[in-house]
């Protein structure tokens, strides 16, 4: 009985209309319930989920990188980069230069300020990946990822 936690849950009084609808809502229930979480986390720090994606981006990438290549790296769609990139600076956590040889490039860096900010976020970060998803079993994490790329693969045109 698949569906009965999340018919008890969202107090439905029907079963769902589809498997796909049932997984489609559980997807995105789950989704909200981790963001929340993890949005509590940045915000202890200062930051928006979408802020510590880049800085964690460039720190990955360690070098300076183009604005392109980061919203291309990014894992939920930003429409609003400049802007996005905008509070970073004024927040003294990353910096900008145009390219001397095409000023239309623009590169971010990270700054000495936003390297500290991330290793403070770090520990109480991997402490929360434990606590959503530390009660599954090495298999069933790995099964979950391939399900879920395997549903966003169908997505992609």
């Known amino acids: 009985m698949a569906g009965k936690s ?3 849950e969202l107090g439905k009084k029907t079963p769902f209309e589809s498997p796909e609808k049932e997984a ?4 995105a229930r789950t989704s909200d319930q981790l963001q929340n979480r993890f949005g509590r986390l940045f915000r202890e720090f200062g930051l928006t989920g979408s802020q510590h994606n880049v800085l964690r981006i460039l720190r990955g990438e360690g070098r300076p990188m183009r604005c392109e290549e980061i919203r ?7 429409p609003a980069m400049t802007g996005l990139l905008d509070r970073l600076e004024k927040d003294g956590l990353v910096t900008r230069t145009r390219c001397e040889n095409d ?3 623009v590169h971010v860096d ?3 300020k936003a390297r500290t900010l991330l290793q403070k976020i770090d520990g ?8 959503c998803l530390g009660h599954l079993g090495k298999a069933e994490l790995e099964q979950l990822s391939r399900l879920l790329e395997k549903a966003r693969k169908s997505l992609r045109t």
Not at 24 to 27: E, P, Q, S, T
Not at 124 to 131: C, D, F, K, R
Request: net charge positive; proline share 4%; aromatic share 4%.
């Open 6 to 8: 999340l018919q008890h």
């Open 24 to 27: 489609m809502l559980n997807i």
């Open 72 to 78: 291309r790296r990014m894992i939920q769609v930003v």
């Open 103 to 105: 000023r239309r490039v």
């Open 110 to 112: 990270l700054t000495t």
């Open 124 to 131: 109480p970060l991997t402490n929360l990946y434990q606590e």
